[in-house]
T-cell receptor, first 113, second 111 residues
Framework: DSGVTQTPKHLITATGQRVTLRCSPRSGDLSVYWYQQSLDQGLQFLIQYYNGEERAKGNILERFSAQQFPDLHSELNLSSLELGDSALYFC????????????FGPGTRLTVL | AQRVTQPEKLLSVFKGAPVELKCNYSYSGSPELFWYVQYSRQRLQLLLRHISRESIKGFTADLNKGETSFHLKKPFAQEEDSAMYYCALTNQATSGSRLTFGEGTQLTVNP
């Protein structure tokens, strides 16, 4: 168990809706990363937060946003959902003050109908 | 731009046979290379990190800067090694600590 937790495990919703995915990093990790895993795009980096601030952005759509709270947990908000947003969304955390290895959570499987 | 290529989408071997999963990369700067394993669409687990030079579950990987490769090897495959394997890199100088993944290789070890 890597210590990174994500909720919910599964999410089924309809097109046009908005959802929030939650991630709690390992104790002591200051960085949180979000990745999307889909069959056609593979594993893609979305966004990184470090100690509450956005650090890097990847292939994240404008309909998606994220934040990291003072207790270091993070939320990924997906809005105006489309069928193509169906994917596994992984969160990872690391401690840049140390080896900076990323440890992954179990993921949230999002299905948009 | 940095890129990770895993040329084999599928790889099938028999139990006890040697296995090699290929990974090539293109980069600018000094990348750090990783192998992650994913069992049945569960969480990704770190298998190897090139700077640590460890051997995990019998797997090893050598960074070949001349050939820009980081192939994963195991001398005797086991059925429990069946999983999806991803090669990935970070490049602090150009893109920070985000991981860039290859497309993955699905390894099946047959009894």
């Amino acid at each position: 168990d890597s210590g990174v937790t994500q909720t919910p495990k599964h999410l089924i919703t309809a097109t046009g809706q908005r959802v929030t995915l939650r991630c709690s990093p390992r104790s002591g990790d200051l960085s949180v990363y979000w990745y999307q895993q889909s069959l056609d795009q593979g594993l893609q980096f979305l966004i990184q937060y470090y100690n509450g601030e956005e650090r890097a952005k990847g292939n994240i759509l404008e309909r998606f946003s994220a934040q990291q709270f003072p207790d270091l947990h993070s939320e990924l908000n997906l809005s105006s959902l489309e069928l193509g947003d169906s994917a596994l969304y992984f969160c990872a955390s690391s401690d840049p003050r140390g080896p900076d290895t990323q440890y992954f959570g179990p993921g949230t499987r999002l299905t948009v109908l | 731009a940095q890129r990770v290529t895993q040329p084999e989408k599928l790889l099938s071997v028999f139990k006890g046979a040697p296995v090699e999963l290929k990974c090539n990369y293109s980069y600018s700067g000094s990348p750090e290379l990783f192998w992650y394993v994913q069992y049945s669409r569960q969480r990704l687990q770190l298998l190897l990190r090139h700077i640590s030079r460890e051997s995990i579950k019998g797997f090893t990987a050598d960074l070949n800067k001349g050939e820009t490769s980081f192939h994963l090897k195991k001398p005797f495959a086991q059925e429990e090694d069946s999983a999806m394997y991803y090669c990935a890199l970070t490049n602090q100088a150009t893109s920070g600590s985000r991981l860039t993944f290859g497309e993955g290789t699905q390894l099946t070890v047959n009894p």
